[in-house]
């Protein structure tokens, strides 16, 4: 088992950052990637970005390239999602999940672990 809890969302006007936080505890010992997803109100979860648990490759959605980052603390178990030049469609909630197949891992079926999400809102 893998518990992840998310935090840092919140309410932040267009043009703003905020980082967001996922902390890993548990058998994190099998997971090989790391990602987050979103899903707006009347939307499917879509994937955002993923990180190979040793950090060493990276891969992001299209609609976030540029402006977001995707990293990790190994020594803290954390994954972190730096987001700048927030847009009002960034609005959603936020999920951190862990998968146990290495690689880029771009599909929400390709996680078996996931936190309860937080919500980030862009004010336009």
């Known amino acids: 088992q893998v518990q992840l809890v998310e935090s840092g969302g919140g309410l932040v006007q267009a043009g703003g950052s905020l980082r967001l936080s996922c902390a890993a505890s548990g058998r994190t010992d099998g997971s090989a990637a790391m990602g987050w997803f979103r899903q707006a109100p009347g939307k499917e979860r879509e994937f955002v970005a993923t990180?190979?648990?040793?950090?060493?490759?990276?891969y992001y959605a299209d609609s976030v390239k540029g402006r977001f980052t995707i990293s990790r603390d190994y020594a803290k178990n954390k994954v972190y999602l730096q987001m700048n030049s927030l847009k009002p469609e960034d609005t959603a909630a936020y999920y951190c999940?862990?998968?146990?197949?290495?690689?880029?891992?771009?599909?929400?079926?390709?996680?078996?672990?996931w936190g309860q999400g937080t919500q980030v809102t862009v004010s336009p």
């Open positions: 990180i190979a648990w040793t950090g060493d490759s990276t």
């Open positions: 999940a862990s998968s146990p197949r290495y690689g880029l891992n771009i599909r929400s079926w390709e996680y078996d672990y």
